[in-house]
């Protein structure tokens, strides 16, 4: 299929889960695709699974100055860019009295802040129209023990979602938002659970989730996809849920 035919996306943390799951899709549509992350074995192993078409920038989001190097190597690649999805985020889950002011400035300064200067960096390369895509989550519309931190960085990006739509409207550029309930990737991997638990937690989420699984990475790119596409002309500041029902 060619849905994105001739179009250059950026997917930011697109080394694993569903950032690769996306970039996988995207080339599938015609994209070329440059992939975002922190740890270079990641992205070289990506880009040569994702094959032609597929560029990588060592990048940690967190930072500012380091978007700013990003853009300036992303530029040398794709002199325009018609698609961001901006996607890298971390999820860690503490009660309130032991968040840290570390802990919380990281999950900020990933989630929110790295999301906000990568579009003011990359909104020059947007010669034409273009679509930018959020992953927010389930989390910014349900409250759960531990997730306080994490919901409020994606609800952050929600309203950023509409905000941005109404001022990149003149520019033809689309905002949106996807938001997924829980999705089987390395992030679940990442919470600091031994593999007994791991098992565990992967158990507890088919008994929360009413349609009684996870979602699958590509079940979430595939949402991504379509607002990226010309078959979501008219859909500007909106959110799809993602979720199994966990909002219901
Ligand atoms: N999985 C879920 O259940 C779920 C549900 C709802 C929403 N989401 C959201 O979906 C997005 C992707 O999550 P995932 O589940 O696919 O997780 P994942 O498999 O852990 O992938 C996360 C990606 O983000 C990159 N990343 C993290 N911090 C970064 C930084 N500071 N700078 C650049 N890249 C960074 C990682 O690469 P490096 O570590 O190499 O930097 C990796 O490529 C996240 O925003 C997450 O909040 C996930």
Not at 29 to 46: F, M, P, S, T
Not at 112 to 119: D, M
Not at 154 to 174: D, F, V, Y
């Amino acid at each position: 299929m060619n849905r994105l035919q001739n179009k250059t996306a950026v997917i930011t943390g697109g080394s694993s889960g569903i950032g690769f799951e996306t970039a996988r899709q995207f080339l599938a549509e015609g994209a070329k695709v440059i992939i975002i992350g922190r740890n270079k074995d990641e992205l070289d192993n990506a880009v040569g699974e994702l094959g032609e078409g597929a560029y990588a920038v060592e990048a940690d989001v967190s930072k500012v100055d380091a978007i700013k190097a990003m853009r300036g190597k992303i530029e040398k690649i794709f002199p325009s860019l018609d698609i961001l999805f901006v996607n890298a985020g971390i999820a860690k889950f503490a009660a309130i009295e032991d968040v840290t002011e570390e802990w919380f400035d990281n999950q900020f300064n990933t989630n929110f802040k790295g999301a906000y200067f990568t579009i003011q960096q990359l909104l020059p390369l947007f010669k034409g129209s273009g679509s930018i895509i959020l992953n927010a989550s389930l989390n910014a519309h349900i409250g759960r023990p531990t997730a306080s931190i994490y919901g409020a960085t994606k609800g952050a990006l929600l309203t950023l979602a509409k905000n941005l739509s109404a001022e990149l409207m003149p520019r033809k550029i689309r905002v949106n938002a996807v938001s997924a309930g829980p999705v089987d990737t390395p992030l679940h991997h990442k919470k600091g659970l031994t593999p007994d638990q791991q098992v565990q937690d992967h158990e507890n989420f088919k008994t929360i989730i009413p349609i009684g699984r996870m979602g699958d990475p590509s079940e979430i790119a595939k949402a991504v996809l379509f607002f990226a596409s010309d078959d979501a002309p008219f859909i500007v500041g909106a959110e799809i849920l993602a979720d199994g029902g966990m909002s219901l």
